[in-house]
C-alpha cells in the first residue's frame, strides 16, 4: 500500500503552518478580525490530528476491540460536547439527549456500514471503525448543531402561532411540527449539497486521502459513496431523534409554551 | 349546586427580579350557562392572563377549575381547551386562504379523536363530520357554513379563497372570531376581540356573540369600549381582586 504513497515530512508541515500563518497576517492587515483565532485554530488542529493520529496508529497496532471502543466512546463524548457548543440559543439540560441521538447514530453506522456492508474481520477493524465513526460524527454534530438552533429560533418566532394553536387544542406535537420540518431541512442541506457535488465539482476528503494513500481510485470511489449514502440517511436519523427528544422541552407537562427557557450564551 | 362554569383560588405569581410577583391571588369566578360576563380593569392588571389561566394557557396560573359540575383534570388539557376556548387579542391567521385559515382547528387530533366518540359522547357537541371538497376529504365546518358565519360577522366581502395574508387588521379579527366561534366552544373567552373594529363593525361582532351566547356558550369579554349592554353583569379586576 505504501509503495504508491508520499509521505510529508517536516518541512512539509511547516509550509502547511507557514500558509495558515500567512492568511492570518493578512487577515490581519485587513482588519478581518479571524487572524488570531485562524492561526491558535490551525496550530491545534494540527496537534489534535497528530495526537488522533498516533492513537490510531496504536490502537491499529494492539488489535484490542476494548480499545477501539474506549476511543469510540472518548470521540462520542467530544462530539456532544461540541454539538452543545455549537449550537446557538438552546435550553440548558440537553447533553443527554445529545448524547443518546449521536450514541444510536453511531451504532447504526457500525452495525450497517461496518458489519453489513464492508464486513470486516476482525469485526471491530480499527483502521475502518474509527475513520467511519470520526466522519459520522463529524457530519451529524453539525447537522445537529443547526437542526437545534433553528428549532429554537423558530419555535420562539412563531410565539403568537404556538399559542393560538394550543388555544385551539393542538398538541406540543401539532404545534411544534411546522418549526420541527424547517430545522430538520436545514439541517439535512449540507449533506444533500455535498451528495450531489461530490466527484463533478469535487473529489471528497475520505476518497481524495484514499488516492494520495495510494489506494486504487475505484475502491476509493465506492467507499465515498458508502459513506455519503450512510451520511445522509443517518444525519436524517440523527435530526429525527433529537428533534423527538427536545421539541417537548418548549412546552410544561400541561401543555403550556414555556416562553422563560433559560439558554446558553454560547458562542460559535 | 354547581354553576356551570367556575374558577376558584385562580392565582398567578410571575417570576420577578428576587422572588415573585403576586398579579391576582385567589380569585373566585363563575357563571352560567350562556351568560355574558364583561371583565374590565386597568391595563396590565391582568384581565388576559386571568383569561388564559381560566383556559390553562399561562404556566404561571393556577387554580381549580370546573365546567358542568366536573373538574378540569377530568377533561384533559386539550379537550379543556376545545370547550374553555381562548380568543387572543392579537389575531393569528394560520393557512393560505380564508377557509384553510377556519378549519385548522379539525385538524388537531383532539377534534378527530372527538369526531371518532361524537356518538358516545356529549361533551363534543363541536365535532364535525367529514365534508368532502373539491380538493379531497377535509374535516371542518363546509364551505357553506363557513360563508353564514362570516356573513353574520360582516364579512361579506372576505371570499373563503382569498390568501388570508389580504386581509386587514379589522378582517382578521373576525375571522379569527369566526374560527373560535364555529368551533362552538362552551365557554368563550374573547381577549379584546373588537379594539381593532370600528363601531359598527364591532356592534356586529357583538350580536354574533349575543347570538352565540343564546345558543349556550357562555361568554368571558375583555374589553376596552364603553358598555354596549349586552353584558350580564360587569366584573373589575383591580389590585389583584375581582369586584
Not at chain 1, 490530528?49 to 477501539?68: D, E, H
Not at chain 2, 383560588?9 to 357563571?31: I, K, N, V, W, Y
Request: charge should be neutral; aromatic fraction near 6%.
Amino acid at each position: 500500500m505504501s509503495s504508491g504513497s508520499y509521505d510529508i515530512d517536516l518541512l512539509g508541515l511547516a509550509v502547511a503552518l507557514c500558509m495558515a500563518a500567512g492568511a492570518a497576517l493578512f487577515s490581519g492587515l485587513l482588519k478581518l478580525g479571524v487572524g488570531k483565532s485562524l492561526l491558535i485554530a490551525s496550530c491545534r488542529s494540527l496537534l489534535q490530528l497528530l495526537a488522533m493520529g498516533l492513537v490510531i496508529q496504536f490502537i491499529i497496532k494492539s488489535n484490542n476491540p476494548w480499545l477501539v471502543m474506549a476511543l469510540a466512546v472518548v470521540m462520542l463524548c467530544a462530539a456532544v460536547q461540541i454539538t452543545l457548543a455549537r449550537a446557538h440559543g438552546i435550553p440548558k439540560g440537553l447533553a443527554f439527549p445529545v448524547f443518546l441521538t449521536l450514541a444510536v447514530t453511531m451504532l447504526f453506522m457500525v452495525a450497517l456500514v461496518g458489519e453489513l456492508i464492508i464486513r470486516p474481520k476482525p469485526w471491530y477493524a480499527p483502521q475502518l471503525l474509527l475513520p467511519l465513526i470520526g466522519m459520522m460524527l463529524g457530519n451529524c454534530v453539525s447537522a445537529i448543531a443547526v437542526a437545534m438552533s433553528r428549532f429554537y429560533e423558530s419555535m420562539e418566532e412563531r410565539r403568537d402561532e404556538i399559542g393560538t394553536m394550543l388555544a385551539l387544542g393542538a398538541s406540543p406535537w401539532e404545534c411544534s411540527r411546522t418549526s420541527i420540518v424547517s430545522s430538520m431541512r436545514l439541517g439535512l442541506l449540507p449533506t444533500v449539497a455535498s451528495l450531489a457535488s461530490s466527484g463533478i465539482v469535487t473529489i471528497p476528503g475520505m476518497m481524495a486521502g484514499q488516492v494520495i494513500a495510494g489506494g486504487d481510485p475505484l475502491v476509493a470511489a465506492k467507499y465515498q459513496f458508502v459513506v455519503f449514502a450512510a451520511i445522509a440517511a443517518l444525519t436524517l436519523l440523527a435530526d429525527a431523534i433529537i428533534m423527538t427528544r427536545i421539541y417537548r422541552t418548549c412546552f410544561t407537562d400541561r401543555d403550556q409554551y414555556r416562553p422563560w427557557i433559560s439558554r446558553t450564551s454560547s458562542k460559535a | 349546586m354547581h354553576a356551570f362554569f367556575q374558577a376558584a383560588h385562580m392565582t398567578c405569581r410571575l417570576p420577578a427580579q428576587g422572588g415573585e410577583h403576586t398579579l391576582f391571588d385567589d380569585l373566585e369566578f363563575s357563571m352560567d350557562q350562556g351568560q355574558i360576563v364583561d371583565l374590565v380593569g386597568p391595563s396590565g392588571v391582568g384581565k388576559s392572563t386571568f383569561l388564559m389561566g381560566v383556559a390553562q394557557l399561562d404556566p404561571h396560573c393556577t387554580g381549580e377549575l370546573s365546567l358542568e359540575g366536573r373538574d378540569a383534570g377530568g377533561y384533559g388539557m386539550r379537550q379543556w381547551r376545545v370547550l374553555v376556548s381562548y380568543l387572543p387579542q392579537s389575531p393569528m391567521l394560520i393557512g393560505a386562504t380564508v377557509a384553510d385559515v377556519i378549519r385548522l382547528p379539525w385538524r388537531f387530533a383532539v377534534r378527530r379523536q372527538a369526531l371518532a366518540t361524537s356518538r358516545r359522547s356529549r361533551a363534543f357537541a363541536a365535532a364535525r363530520e367529514l365534508v368532502t371538497s373539491k380538493s379531497g376529504v377535509v374535516y371542518g365546518p363546509d364551505d357553506d357554513e363557513i360563508r353564514g358565519a362570516l356573513d353574520d360577522l360582516g364579512c361579506a366581502d372576505i371570499e373563503l379563497h382569498r390568501p388570508s395574508h389580504d386581509l386587514s387588521g379589522g378582517q382578521m379579527a373576525r375571522v379569527s372570531l369566526c374560527r373560535t366561534l364555529l368551533t362552538r366552544p362552551k365557554v368563550l373567552l374573547a381577549d379584546e376581540v373588537d379594539s381593532g373594529l370600528d363601531d359598527d363593525n364591532a356592534a356586529k361582532v357583538a350580536e354574533t356573540m349575543r347570538i352565540a351566547a343564546q345558543r349556550g356558550t357562555s361568554i368571558i369579554r375583555v374589553r376596552h369600549r364603553a358598555p354596549d349592554g349586552l353584558a350580564d353583569r360587569i366584573v373589575t379586576l383591580s389590585e389583584g381582586r375581582l369586584l
